[in-house]
């Protein structure tokens, strides 16, 4: 198998006072096995916080929206509630 080659991908961290969630889902087939996970970073770069969970039988649509709501409902019970949230993720058919 020939190595594989990564596309140049970066992060940009949020501006200062603020925080970045980013989140990723994962689904095996149109409804198999599905799961997500996010990353709380803030202004620094600093991880503060971060997630991930089984999610059961279900697609990738619903893996998507469940990394948004599972990253709102950690964020919502820190300290950091009063500052702005950016959620980043691949999905622009959830984010739109």
């Known amino acids: ?48 916080g971060l997630f991930f969970c089984p999610l059961g039988l279900h697609d990738s649509n619903f893996a998507k929206l469940m990394a948004i709501l599972k990253a709102l409902l950690p964020f919502a019970a820190t300290p950091y509630t009063a500052s702005r949230l950016i959620i980043e993720s691949d999905s622009h058919v959830v984010l739109s």
């Open 1 to 48: 198998m020939p190595p594989r080659h990564r596309v140049g991908t970066s992060w940009s961290p949020p501006p200062t006072g603020e925080f970045k969630f980013n989140v990723d889902d994962l689904a095996k087939g149109k409804s198999g096995p599905a799961g997500c996970g996010g990353v709380l970073r803030d202004s620094e770069g600093y991880v503060v």
